[in-house]
């Protein structure tokens, strides 16, 4: 998940989700919804309008919850093998 507002700069969200977009295409299989006008915090209420349209606000918990609970529900869990970890880590890949 990104958020495509922030609150600092214009510019800033536009290159966060500039980012997000570039990260979800080098993915295979990787899903990426962007909560548009979020902040930094989407799973919070923030009753505050946003700047550019007061009907809009920062935040829709809902939303962020329906979404996650739709990745979780759609994905299994990944598989850990700590034996495979622990020997990556050890080699420094």
Do not use: I, Y
Not at 43 to 61: E, G, Y
Request: hydrophobic content about 45%; proline content about 9%; charged content about 20%.
């Amino acid at each position: 998940m990104a958020a495509a507002h922030h609150a600092l700069a214009a510019v800033h969200h536009a290159l966060a989700a500039h980012r997000a977009m570039a990260a979800h295409r080098a993915m295979a299989g990787s899903q990426l919804e962007v909560l548009d006008p979020a902040g930094h915090f989407p799973h919070r209420s923030d009753p505050a309008p946003h700047r550019s349209d007061p009907t809009l606000h920062r935040s829709d918990p809902t939303r962020f919850v329906t979404v996650l609970a739709g990745f979780v529900a759609e994905n299994p869990p990944a598989a850990f093998e700590a034996e495979r970890w622990q020997g990556r880590l050890r080699a420094g890949n």
